[in-house]
Nanobody, 122 residues
Framework: QVQLVESGGGLVQSGGSLRLSCAASGSIFGINAMGWYRQAPGEQRELVAD???????NYADSVKGRFTISRDNAKNTVYLQMNSAKPGDTAVYYCNAKIAPHAGTAYYYSYWGQGTQVTVSS
């Protein structure tokens, strides 16, 4: 069974920084893309950033230039460095990963973390 565990969320002042981490564990043969999503109260979940196994990144327009996604393949971990945080960044942040759980499968399944709250005060 695959698990994704997020950490690093919390309260930060506007203009401050946070670093989110998400570590995958369990039955893992390979990990393809990893990403971060967020959902604010009353709003739909949206993609914040994702990163391919080769390191190609993609960002939502609202976070470009402020957030940086990275990964450590040896640790099965993806990070989100949040700089110049804004109150609009307040949301529950969810980690996502496309994972092949064993060598016998040709598919990468989508897994989600439990979410971590990020609150940016004004």
């Amino acid at each position: 069974q695959v698990q994704l565990v997020e950490s690093g969320g919390g309260l930060v002042q506007s203009g401050g920084s946070l670093r989110l981490s998400c570590a995958a564990s369990g039955s893992i043969f390979g990990i393809n893309a990893m990403g971060w999503y967020r959902q604010a109260p009353g709003e739909q979940r949206e993609l914040v950033a994702d990163i391919t196994s080769g390191g190609t990144t993609n960002y939502a327009d609202s976070v470009k230039g402020r957030f940086t996604i990275s990964r450590d393949n040896a640790k099965n971990t993806v990070y989100l460095q949040m700089n110049s945080a804004k109150p609009g960044d307040t949301a529950v942040y969810y980690c996502n990963a496309k994972i092949a759980p064993h060598a016998g499968t040709a598919y990468y399944y989508s897994y989600w973390g439990q979410g971590t709250q990020v609150t940016v005060s004004s």
